[in-house]
């Protein structure tokens, strides 16, 4: 009976101790970049990671809470900063080295997503101790989010969104869909250092405030909005550069197609706050 009760005690571990351990508190850091209207090489646009320019990218940093529900399911609520970049002259496209446009974005969003895990190995080491463990999971959720291009003219960052550069007003505030992978290792119960790649596809085609065709001057709001709706002229003329007449109002200046998104990868550290025993799990 002694020999029944050790045993049954041992194999509960694991689920007292997932009780013990409910929420975690965290930071994360690391880089972002984005598929948009700019980037890419002589191709038309391609999907997913295609199109992306290493040389743009930026960084990501954030905060986070995490509730662990099941012992396989979790939910976290983020709070993320993240920067994103373009510039057509680093394209090999003739068509987008010629449209001559460039932004930045310092994109903030605010995320709760939802993390399945798929690999746990409870005891790491087999210490029969249960303090260091390793989970990996894949995760979906939804973020809503602030947003405001830039570009650099005349010495100084230029907001783009005010400008109206293609005649047509958007939204400083869109909605994201997060979707991703992540792991993590925990060490003596308390600290948990983690990975993960975040790739957010939004519902809208202006975070690089590029999107449509080109707006007729006469239906723009001011000087500079006409000088940064097209900036062809920029770069005069120069060999295997289409001509001037590509750029014309009615032309061709986006894809309206496909939505922007935008990707991370961080490294994260968090803080597991011990609660009350439960035998639930």
């Known amino acids: 009976m002694r020999k029944l009760l050790v045993i049954l005690s041992l194999s509960a571990m694991p689920f007292v101790g997932f009780g013990q351990y409910l929420w975690d508190f965290?930071?994360?850091?690391?880089?972002?970049?984005?598929?948009?209207?700019?980037?890419?090489?002589?191709?038309?646009?391609?999907?997913?990671?295609?199109?992306?320019?290493?040389?743009?990218?930026?960084?990501?940093?954030?905060?986070?809470?995490?509730?662990?529900?099941?012992?396989?399911?979790?939910?976290?609520?983020?709070?993320?900063?993240?920067?994103?970049?373009?510039?057509?002259?680093?394209?090999?496209?003739?068509?987008?080295?010629?449209?001559?446009?460039?932004?930045?974005?310092?994109?903030?969003?605010?995320?709760?997503?939802?993390?399945?895990?798929?690999?746990?190995?409870?005891?790491?080491?087999?210490?029969?101790?249960?303090?260091?463990?390793?989970?990996?999971y894949a995760f979906v959720g939804i973020a809503a989010f602030y947003h405001n291009p830039k570009t650099y003219y005349n010495g100084s960052w230029t907001a783009l969104r005010p400008l109206q550069t293609e005649g047509k007003k958007y939204s400083a505030v869109g909605a994201a869909v997060p979707l991703g992978l992540g792991l993590y290792f925990t060490i003596d119960k308390k600290h948990r250092i983690g990975w993960e790649f975040d790739w957010r596809t939004t519902f809208t085609d202006y975070i690089d405030d590029v999107s449509t065709s080109y707006a007729d001057p006469s239906d723009l709001t001011s000087a500079e909005a006409i000088a940064l709706a097209n900036r062809r002229d920029e770069l005069g003329i120069s060999e295997g550069v289409p001509d001037r007449k590509n750029y014309t109002p009615g032309s061709k200046r986006g894809d309206p197609s496909h939505n922007d998104s935008y990707m991370t990868t961080s490294v994260y550290y968090s803080y597991i706050i011990r609660g009350k025993s439960c035998l639930l799990y």
């Open 26 to 136: 965290g930071v994360h850091a690391g880089a972002s970049n984005y598929l948009g209207e700019m980037g890419g090489k002589a191709e038309t646009r391609k999907d997913f990671i295609a199109d992306i320019k290493l040389s743009k990218t930026q960084f990501a940093v954030g905060g986070f809470a995490r509730y662990k529900f099941t012992p396989i399911i979790s939910a976290k609520l983020g709070l993320n900063w993240s920067r994103v970049a373009g510039a057509d002259y680093l394209s090999s496209n003739p068509g987008r080295v010629g449209r001559n446009l460039s932004f930045r974005n310092d994109i903030i969003d605010l995320e709760l997503t939802g993390q399945f895990f798929f690999v746990d190995v409870p005891d790491l080491g087999h210490t029969y101790r249960y303090r260091n463990d390793f989970r990996m």
